[in-house]
């Protein structure tokens, strides 16, 4: 089989395994959150926050809520990374330096998972097990948290109230993230991928070219699974899921790709059934759908027959790509991952051909909608939804409606700002980086190139996504410090304006559907939006992307 009929069938079969799952975990986690029970487990944990479950929140609580939470997630894992040599399995290691630790505990909290260390060097294996892998949990929880108040506000009539963020974040842990981790687990360990506490000196082995290498094990199977389900992407170990102890097979790499895709694309039927019309959320679906297959189309096109001597006597581009998987198994391993906010690797997307690399900066560039990360590529794709009817309805000289909710001045506020955050720091901070001693002297490459890897890591540090390319040497104080800024102010700013925009809309009635009403659910409506995804990140983005990858593949 050649191999682009290989990446067909690799990319076909993902497409049928993730329409197969669609509708009954959908519907799984619409019975999730739409229940009125709570079980005995979480009831303990209710009375252990001093949470009464059946009281509701409004907006602004809620925001509160999600914002007490997950600083008070940051501070612990700072300090569990700052005294980690006094607890049990460090390894031997010394405590995490200070920048860094702040690095890695808003990157953990705030679902981006960006690392400037080696994971098997620095961290021991109760830092990455209770500290990191926790945080993968519930930072994904919160995403999803968020996404069913947005979709709550469209559902609902007349109300102040979203939920209740503890019972939600419960629930997504619990009832979802950890049975659908604990399975997932038990297959990666099947195809090879370790779980154990060993510690490196305890395993050296003798190498093929005659020396002595000592190997590193670990807890790896239980946080590797939550990191693909929750869209989180932190590696146990530096190489990622390029390592053999992470992903082991081609079929372990295919069945990492389904668990990040999962979840995000499942929520849409969760979305149609709160609000009671399953072609909505099939409509939203088909819009990621659109621009996801485009996406992986175009990286394994940019891969697999990009111009040059070497690529084209080999039918690819081979750098940086693990023989493993093979181009098609990274090309789309590293589109699935910059299209949600997963961030994972299993190859070096640095080595990607300009225009292949260019395909990650886009896909991130995007708002990570396409299906996003857990419940963050849902409330994207809906922001975007409502920024599409607000410009029909301008174009036809109606007041524009979603799901019976108008959408006017206050509303189209609070969805432009959600969208102006993250270019505003991509930008932002890629020009203070290229313009400051600091920013330019972590630099090892120059020109178009070394602008791509300074714009990457701004990129992915603003969209919650934690991928990178290689080039820039982040672990310094400068970077620390600056890129922890854009993940904290990513992730929250966005979350206080989608749920500001809940808020307004739960405060409305209904409008009915008249003649002038745009349908939200047709071929029409998916194009549009469609349109208005690409048209405003191409507005937006096409200078910088000029400068660098753009200008590297003209070159």
């Known amino acids: 089989m050649s191999t682009t009929a290989a990446g067909i069938v690799f990319i076909g079969s993902l497409v049928v395994a993730v329409a197969v799952v669609y509708r009954p975990l959908g519907d799984y986690m619409y019975r999730v959150y739409s229940g009125t029970s709570h079980t005995r487990v ?224 499942s929520l849409c039927r969760t979305f149609g059934r709160m609000v009671g019309q399953n072609r909505q959320g099939y409509a939203i679906a088909a819009v990621m759908a659109t621009i996801a297959v485009i996406s992986v189309g175009l990286t394994n096109a940019f891969q697999l027959m990009h111009h040059g001597t070497v690529p084209t006597a080999i039918g690819a581009s081979m750098e940086g790509v693990e023989t493993r ?40 560039m995007l708002g990570e909608v396409a299906p996003g990360g857990a419940g963050a590529g849902l409330y994207g794709m809906l922001v975007l939804a409502v920024i599409t009817v607000f410009v029909a309805g301008l174009m036809v000289g109606r007041t524009p409606e979603y799901l019976g909710k108008k959408i006017g001045s206050r509303e189209i506020k609070f969805a432009a700002m959600y969208f102006l955050i993250t270019p505003i720091l991509v930008l932002g901070g890629t020009a203070i980086a290229m313009a400051t001693g600091n920013g330019r002297a972590a630099m090892l490459n120059g020109g178009a190139h070394g602008f ?53 809309l739960a405060g409305q009635g209904r409008t009915p559907e008249s003649e002038g009403t745009l349908p939200t659910y047709r071929p029409q409506f998916v194009g549009m939006v469609v349109g208005v995804t690409v048209v405003l990140v191409a507005l937006t983005f096409l200078p910088a992307l000029a400068l660098g990858p753009l200008a590297e593949g003209l070159h």
């Open 452 to 504: 791509s890897e300074v714009l990457y890591a701004f990129t992915s540090a603003s969209n919650n996504n934690g991928s990178a390319f290689a080039g820039l040497t982040v672990n310094t104080v400068w970077y620390d410090t600056a890129l922890g800024l854009c993940m904290a102010f990513g992730r929250f700013l966005p979350i206080i304006f989608v749920l500001a925009l809940a808020g307004s």
């Open 42 to 265: 979480e009831r303990v944990i209710y009375r252990l926050v001093g949470v009464k479950p059946d009281a509701e929140q409004t907006w602004g609580v809620y925001a509160r809520s999600v914002l007490a939470f997950s600083a008070v997630g940051i501070l612990f894992l700072y300090l569990f990374q700052r005294v980690q040599n006094k607890l049990l399995l460090s390894l031997g290691f010394d405590p995490v330096k200070p920048d860094q630790a702040w690095n890695t505990a808003v990157s953990f909290v705030t679902n981006t998972n960006w690392q400037s260390y080696s994971g098997e060097s620095t961290m021991g294996h109760l830092v990455q097990m209770a500290g990191l892998a926790v945080q993968n949990f519930v930072s994904a929880a919160v995403g999803m948290c968020v996404a069913i108040a947005l979709v709550r506000g469209l559902a609902r009539r007349k109300t102040e109230h979203l939920g209740n963020f503890w019972v939600d974040l419960t629930r997504g842990s619990v009832r979802i993230l950890l049975p659908l981790a604990f399975a997932g687990a038990i297959v990666l360990i099947s195809g090879g991928v370790v779980q154990n506490f060993w510690n490196a000196q305890d395993h050296v082995v003798d190498t093929v070219a005659g020396g002595r290498q000592a190997i590193t094990g670990g807890p790896v199977a239980s946080q590797e699974v939550i990191k693909e389900l929750g869209t989180n992407g932190g590696g146990f170990y530096n190489a990622n899921s390029a390592h053999p102890f992470e992903n082991g097979t081609s079929w372990t790499n295919w069945f990492e790709i389904l668990l990040i895709l999962v979840i995000p694309f």
């Open 325 to 364: 998987f093979g181009v098609a198994g990274s090309a789309t391993f590293a589109a699935s991952t910059t299209l949600t906010s997963t961030g994972a690797v299993n190859s070096f997307h640095d080595s990607y051909t300009s225009l292949g690399g260019m395909m990650t900066l886009f896909n991130m």
